[in-house]
């Protein structure tokens, strides 16, 4: 009876041990693999994120469009949402999906800042004031990946900012910040420095067809942090070019001294010249005798009153 106890302990941890693990509502999907939970803290619905799965899946493609007749877009109207833990971006019109994207936001200590915005500036062939190359002055890339100002610019070399073509800045509050849409390379996982890239396609859509003051909010709890956050990013040395390692060093030439000066240096191997005996100053010259002191006359004596 005394091991009854223990059987039943035992039972309970292999119960434990193979007890189902709660499954993550925001991976749950439906019979056909369609997600059944909302994304981008429930402003993307469940069934707006299982529509752009199976167009992108369908179509092959990374972007949907919207299909014809392609409804009014004003800011008033319309909004963004970003989805940074999904990697996507979707259009509303009227509280209605329109267009999605695939995207790929900042990584690791450079993530895209969770927040409120409006699109506020468009420039069509933007480029970074801060990443970029090292070009030659023919064009060709010496240095890749570099931060302006940071990284040392190798001799001959000018700095090149990334091309960030159909760029939509991200304005809060009216401000200016240093994110935005506009086309990249999509690796499937974040990779840029903060911005929001998007395909080609629908770069250039979205930059022709959504009007600035449109909203943009971006959410992502996993891939994204709090507009201002201090992400820990860690110091790296500057990137150094071999054409400034091995540039050579120029030697400060010997300060000859007033002594040497116009003294021409010792042939290589000749016996250095014995320094010449010094001249003895000249004795200076003694004082000439002060003349000797012309004696007074003796005062005439007074004549004899007998000599008259």
């Avoid at 009876?1 to 991976?27: H, I, N």
């Avoid at 090149?160 to 800045?169: I, P, S, T, V």
């Avoid at 040497?260 to 004082?287: D, H, I, M, R």
Wanted: aromatic fraction near 8%; proline fraction near 13%.
């Amino acid at each position: 009876m005394r091991f009854f106890p223990l059987l039943l302990a035992a039972a309970f941890l292999a119960s434990c041990k193979t007890a189902p693990k709660p499954a993550d509502p925001a991976a749950a999907t439906d019979e056909k693999g369609a997600p059944t939970s909302a994304a981008a803290g429930g402003m993307v619905p469940a069934a707006d994120v299982a529509t752009v799965n199976a167009y992108f899946k369908t179509h092959k493609t990374n972007g949907m469009l919207p299909a014809a007749p392609v409804p009014t877009i004003t800011a008033a109207n319309s909004h963004f949402v970003v989805d940074l833990d999904g990697q996507r971006a979707y259009l509303y019109n009227d509280k209605k999906l329109i267009a999605a994207a695939a995207i790929a936001s900042g990584r690791k200590y450079y993530r895209t800042e969770t927040g409120d915005y409006t699109v506020g500036q468009k420039d069509l062939n933007h480029r970074s004031s801060s990443y970029g190359n090292f070009v030659s002055k023919g064009g060709g890339t010496i240095m890749g990946d570099v931060q302006n100002g940071f990284d040392p610019t190798p001799v001959g070399a000018r700095f090149e900012g990334a091309l960030m073509k159909y760029f939509l800045r991200f304005h809060l509050n009216g401000s200016p910040t240093a994110m935005g849409f506009h086309r990249g390379i999509l690796p499937g996982y974040p990779a840029s420095h903060g911005c929001v890239r998007l395909p080609d396609k629908m770069a250039s859509w979205f930059f022709t067809n959504v009007p600035l003051g449109t909203p943009i909010f971006v959410r992502g709890t996993k891939n994204g942090v709090p507009y201002g956050a201090s992400q820990g990013r860690p110091k790296r040395s500057p990137k150094v070019h071999s054409s400034l390692k091995n540039k050579p060093r120029a030697e400060k030439p010997a300060d000859p001294g007033p002594e040497s000066a116009g003294t021409p240096a010792p042939a290589p191997g000749s016996a250095p010249a014995e320094a010449p005996a010094p001249t003895p100053a000249p004795a200076p010259a003694e004082a000439p005798a002060a003349p000797a002191p012309v004696p007074e006359p003796a005062p005439a004596e007074a004549p004899s009153p007998s000599a008259q």
